[in-house]
T-cell receptor
């Protein structure tokens, strides 16, 4: 079983839709959590960190469920420009070694 | 501007010809790492370094070497490149043992013929 798992998608949604992704992790020593966005053939860019109490940044909301060992990303009012791959990253253990999910592809169409 | 700089951005070379991909960061970060990204396989860590003169193998270290003689630089060395090392490579850095996220370079696209 992979340490960090994501549904690869693609999630194909119309503009204005609300879409949610989950990411599950298996290591209970996971310390910190992030969502990155990656456009085709470009570098991953930090979208947001995920805090225990949940956090929001504009149209994006991230949540952490430690009991069930997953994090989620909710995107409201999807824009065409949201089309990308969304990577879940978990820092594991005392050295905070980053472990990546394989990403979830989102396609927003007109 | 805070950044991670990789060079070259693109390289086409031949099997067996040693090459080095440089990575430099200006954020005084202790932690640096190298990843390769292949279709369907996601980002896989090659090597990482927690600080100067401290390096460790990641998930796919075979065929690669690294060094960390200075805090800002973390070059990736392919002593004898082979076609299966054709990939998109990213360097990243972060504050040491921390909950902080990594910052990525723009990537290096290597083609080994």
């Amino acid at each position: 079983r992979k340490e960090v798992e994501q549904d690869p998608g693609p999630f194909n949604v119309p503009e204005g839709a609300t879409v949610a992704f989950n990411c599950t992790y298996s290591n209970s020593a996971s310390q910190s959590f992030f969502w990155y966005r990656q456009d085709c053939r470009k570098e991953p860019k930090l979208l947001m960190s995920v805090y225990s109490s949940g956090n929001e940044d504009g149209r994006f909301t991230a949540q952490l469920n430690r009991a069930s060992q997953y994090i989620s990303l909710l995107i409201r009012d999807s824009k065409l420009s949201d089309s990308a791959t969304y990577l879940c990253v978990v820092n594991i253990g005392g050295s905070y070694i980053p472990t990546f999910g394989r990403g979830t592809s989102l396609i927003v169409h007109p | 501007e805070a950044q991670v700089t990789q060079n070259p951005r693109y390289l086409i070379t031949v099997t067996g010809k040693k090459l080095t991909v440089t990575c430099s960061q200006n954020m005084n970060h202790e932690y640096m790492s190298w990843y390769r990204q292949d279709p369907g396989l996601g980002l896989r860590q090659i090597y990482y370094s927690m600080n100067v003169e401290v390096t460790d193998k990641g998930d796919v270290p075979e065929g690669y070497k690294v060094s960390r003689k200075e805090k800002r630089n973390f070059p990736l060395i392919l002593e004898s490149p082979s076609p299966n090392q054709t990939s998109l490579y990213f360097c990243a850095s972060r504050l040491g043992n921390s909950n902080q996220p990594q910052h990525f370079g723009d990537g290096t696209r290597l083609s080994i013929l």
